[in-house]
């Protein structure tokens, strides 16, 4: 778990470090099997971004990225970040894991939703590319920013999520 003491030391070193701190919550595939036919095992007990809570008061002046909305633990996911200003969340992949959810969810209510309660400040894009096999997943990218385009967000906050902020977080 992300609040599990053997966990400390990594917090430690990357406050240490001044990195910030990526956190998977959620689960990875949703009607995917993997290359065995395996559904994946992760343990969805540990998968609630409510975990993270005490760890983000812990440690204030590291910043947590939590992927995908917190794949399927949205409610989850944004009560942390309300509370916790070193919270932010990273866009990346297809988020399938809103067919998962008991009442009609898309993407683009999704974006709505987190920039009221983070706003563009605390949001990364992300893309699920890799260099292998897919590469750039610009599909994902157009899709993201159609939607926020859709949202009425202007020139600023586009670069916010698209750049800047990770620009702001890495460093670079």
């Known amino acids: 778990r992300a609040s599990d003491d053997a966990v400390y030391p990594v917090y430690h070193a990357a406050r240490q470090a001044g990195a910030p701190v990526f956190v998977h919550f ?9 290359k065995l036919g395996l559904v994946s095992n992760f343990d969805l ?8 809570y005490q760890v983000a008061k812990d440690f204030p ?13 949205f409610q989850e996911l ?9 919270v932010t969340v990273d866009t990346s992949s297809s ?10 969810l898309t993407l683009k209510d999704v974006f709505a939703k987190t920039l ?4 563009p400040e605390r949001i990364i894009f992300g ?4 260099a292998f096999p897919k590469g750039w997943r610009s599909e994902i990218f157009e899709s993201q920013a159609e939607i926020l385009k859709s949202l009425n967000r202007g020139t600023a906050d586009l670069n916010l999520i698209f750049s800047e902020n990770a620009q702001r977080i890495f460093g670079l």
Request: proline fraction near 9%; charged fraction near 15%.
């Open 26 to 34: 959620g689960i990875l595939k949703v009607g995917i099997r993997d």
């Open 61 to 73: 002046d590291i910043e947590f990225i939590v992927p995908h909305f917190g794949c399927g633990y």
């Open 78 to 86: 944004l009560m942390v970040a309300s509370q916790c200003p070193n």
């Open 127 to 130: 893309s699920d590319s890799t």
């Open 45 to 52: 007990r540990n998968s609630n971004p409510l975990d993270l």
């Open 116 to 119: 009221d309660i983070l706003g």
């Open 95 to 104: 988020n399938s894991w809103v067919n998962l959810m008991p009442y009609p």
